[in-house]
């Protein structure tokens, strides 16, 4: 199964994502979601992270059993195993995190989405945000 590591940016908050080829999909590392939602560092997005497994567990959520791990590198520049979502789980957290950003981060999924499908349909269009990023 091949992964693209990639870093995105939401109002200057780094998420770490990846991209799988054979599933066409997106993976977002939550604990950068929970800490765009809530304003938090990563220790304490962390916490919430752990806190709302819990939480969502004893609901009776699927939505933590669903939840993926992927290595991704860290800020030590080391991978580790990561708590990952897909663009659909992402949009199932966001209602469990009371938030001003849940509007903006949609619509910034939605973006990110739209990019995948665009560079799909003209390659060039990769091509060149990959310049832009050099």
């Known amino acids: ?44 997005s962390r916490n919430y992270w752990k806190w709302l497994k819990n939480k969502l567990n004893e609901e009776g959520s699927q939505l933590v059993s669903e939840t993926n791990q992927l290595k991704m590198q860290s800020t030590d520049g080391k991978y580790y195993n990561t708590d990952v979502m897909n663009t659909e789980q992402v949009l199932r957290l966001i209602q469990s995190i009371p938030s001003k950003k849940a509007e903006p981060f949609k619509m910034w999924l939605a973006q990110v989405g739209k990019e995948r499908i665009d560079e799909a349909y003209d390659p060039e269009i990769a091509i060149n945000r990959a310049l832009d990023i050099s």
């Not at 995105?8 to 054979?22: G, V, Y």
């Open 1 to 44: 199964m091949e992964q693209n590591n990639e870093l995105k940016i939401f109002e200057d908050k780094k998420i770490r994502t990846k991209w799988n080829e054979e599933e066409e999909k997106w993976y977002f590392s939550v604990v950068d979601v929970v800490s765009v939602l809530t304003d938090n560092d990563y220790q304490k």
